[in-house]
Nanobody, 115 residues
Framework: QVRLVESGGGLVQPGGSLRLSCNAS????????MGWFRQAPGKQRGLVAY???????NYVDSVKGRFTISRDNGKSTVYLQMNSLKPEDTAVYYC?????????WGQGTQVTVSS
């Protein structure tokens, strides 16, 4: 089993920054990728950013140039640095990991961008 624990969400003003963290624990030796998804009220959950085990990254167009995904050297923690936040970034952010072809999700962390 794999457990994902997110942290770092909160309330921030437009133009501000937040850094999300996701720590994976358990049977994580077969992680092939980790990433962040988000779900706003009334909308479907969608990809924000992803990093594969080889280090390649992928971003949804709306966050390119503002968000950066990274991971620690042990590859068990993934970060999402979010800059120049906009009200439309408000959502619950979920960490996802694919481990040995199985998908795991964190419990989610709320990000609210509002003045």
């Amino acid at each position: 089993q794999v457990r994902l624990v997110e942290s770092g969400g909160g309330l921030v003003q437009p133009g501000g920054s937040l850094r999300l963290s996701c720590n994976a624990s358990g049977s994580i030796s077969g992680i092939s990728g980790m990433g962040w998804f988000r779900q706003a009220p009334g909308k479907q959950r969608g990809l924000v950013a992803y990093i594969l085990s080889g280090g390649s990254t992928n971003y949804v167009d709306s966050v390119k140039g503002r968000f950066t995904i990274s991971r620690d050297n042990g590859k068990s923690t993934v970060y999402l640095q979010m800059n120049s936040l906009k009200p439309e970034d408000t959502a619950v952010y979920y960490c996802q990991a694919v481990v040995t072809y199985r998908t795991y999700w964190g419990q989610g962390t709320q990000v609210t961008v509002s003045s």
